[in-house]
């Protein structure tokens, strides 16, 4: 039987105490697992209590029994591993901050949206500075707020060219990437800093 325990809130170590927490009733008693509390003073307990989404008591099996009513689930697991619920919220710094203060195109995947985030971007940089990556199209596969799967085919996979960017870009160099990096687009300042041209061919 798969065992589903509610989402725990984090807070071991402020519910530590093996007391009775004002003897409530336990929807579900784990006992005889390896808890992993959080609380560097005392980080593992033997046993934990639950009513509802809230911990009543952690510690030893008998302080998780303590809270046992007639309808409680008691569940031994011996050999399993219980921790708080984890979430991943983190952030690739460098990335992060060239998409704030440089051209964002994550959610791009039209002409009317491109020229108009990249004139924005444009007019926050000094003259000169580059307009760089924004890696565009990257809700193309993936809906905004997607927990991830299989990606979406597009209806029409959104093909930028050099026109929609050229006079938005108010003569900052740009060499922009899709999020893949699976293609690149560059504007004529970008390509006569290069000192190339749509004429190069197998590079």
Known sequence: ????VPRLVLGFALLWAPSSAGGQVADLVLTGTR??????????AQALALRGDRIVAVGTDADALRHRGPATVVERLPGRLVAPGFIDNHTHFAQAGALLLGVNLLDVSDSAALSRRVGEAAARLPPGAWLLGGDWGAYEAWGRGSAGGAPRAPAAPFRPSAAMIEAA???HPALLSKWDRSAYLANAAALAAAGADCAWDGV
């Open 1 to 4: 039987m798969r065992l589903r």
């Open 169 to 171: 870009s108010g003569g």
């Open 35 to 44: 808890i992993w509390t959080g609380d560097s003073a005392r980080p593992w």
